[in-house]
């Protein structure tokens, strides 16, 4: 049976995800697992989540590249229940997975003294407050806070992970150099991913039903029943977007139909942004988990910003074939690596 759990809105506070990603949590410990040594970071305990031949990944590192899966789950499993909770478990996994690779493959190469400038790190971290936070360093900066991480610990991930994709490139991509076709195939293929994000724009319509009204005596999962009803006749073209909106949404626009003008990328949430701009217009989704409520949406239409000329970006896009022509073997090389080395999980 689902159980409701509306208590946090949208706002993942760090002893939820603790709860989520430690020991005895959600997603418990491996029978038998020891637990590992901790340290403390402010109020959230930073445990020894893995080790990889004796090298240490954090549970602040678990949860730091958690954060934004369980953020956009959380809206859109309002209930939580199994799906969420599968879902869930499924990222946790990935995230131990890719870290543990991460590991493996420094382990191997520790000796060989690789040394990444500091303006490749900057570059980075600009990189993925761009494209992973929408261009709001403070979205970044609330979102390590909340996974028990300072801005040393993440930039010292990210060179971690800049080392790895510099000894990878030293081992695997030292092939044929790709042809102007496979650079220009793959460019067409992902050039969007080289898009300036900030620049998109989109407009929906939007119903947005309150988890308490004034004057009313209600409750969050009377509320989110109702939700879920308006959401059932707007299926069934019972009645249309408009006349919902107008006759049961709490939202500022209700009496324009739900209606919101023209907004950019970067004036949403991040992960409510990831969800409607993922959507093709005239599709619904909800009722989603707002801060206050619940919120159903029908995107209108989207403006992306263009992608760049292959010019500016023929650089990543060579990295890029380059990558994927040499991915079997590395793949292979890093399986040989795991079977070797002693790895010990206590998450």
Do not use: C
């Not at 689902?2 to 005895?24: C, D, F, I």
């Not at 039903?209 to 109702?226: D, H, M, N, R």
């Not at 249309?240 to 626009?253: C, E, L, T």
Request: proline fraction near 5%; charge should be positive; hydrophobic fraction near 40%.
């Amino acid at each position: 049976m689902e159980t409701m759990n509306l208590k946090y809105g949208t706002e993942v506070t760090t002893a939820l995800l603790v709860a989520l990603v430690s020991a005895g949590g959600l997603l418990s410990a491996q029978e038998g697992a020891t637990p590992a040594t901790s340290v403390s970071q402010g109020h959230t305990v930073n445990r020894i989540a893995a080790t990889v031949n004796g090298r240490p990944v954090t549970s602040g590192e678990v949860r730091a590249r958690l954060m934004p899966y369980l953020r956009e789950l959380m809206i859109l499993f309002p209930k939580q229940g199994p799906r969420f909770t599968a879902e869930l478990v499924k990222a946790k996994k990935a995230v131990i997975n890719e870290l543990i690779e991460r590991e493996l493959v420094l382990s191997e190469f520790e000796t060989r003294g690789y040394a990444i400038p500091e303006t490749v790190i900057d570059e980075e971290l600009n990189r993925r407050v761009l494209y992973q936070f929408n261009g709001r360093r403070d979205a970044l900066l609330s979102a390590l806070q909340q996974s028990g991480m300072t801005l040393g610990d993440y930039r010292e991930s990210i060179r971690k992970e800049t080392t790895v994709a510099a000894m990878r490139s030293s081992r695997y991509d030292r092939g044929i150099p790709p042809t102007p076709d496979e650079i220009r195939a793959e460019y067409n293929a992902s050039k969007s991913d080289y898009r300036d994000i900030t620049k998109d724009r989109i407009t929906y319509e939007k119903i947005f039903i309150p988890t308490s009204v004034f004057g009313k005596e209600t409750t969050p999962e009377q509320q989110y029943a109702l939700a879920l009803e308006i959401r059932r006749k707007l299926d069934a073209k019972e009645i249309s977007f408009s006349d919902a909106a107008k006759a049961y949404s709490g939202d500022m626009h209700a009496q324009d139909g739900g209606l919101w003008p023209s907004i950019s990328r970067g004036e949403l949430s991040v992960e409510f942004a990831n969800i409607v701009f993922s959507l093709q217009p005239g599709e619904l989704i909800g009722p989603l988990l707002d801060p206050a409520g619940f919120t159903i949406v029908r995107v209108k239409n989207k403006q992306l910003a263009p992608a760049p000329p292959l010019s500016k970006v023929k650089e990543a896009v060579d990295d890029a074939v380059r990558r994927k022509q040499s991915e079997k073997r590395y793949r292979e090389w890093v399986e040989r690596l795991r079977d070797k080395a002693v790895i010990r999980v206590f998450i």
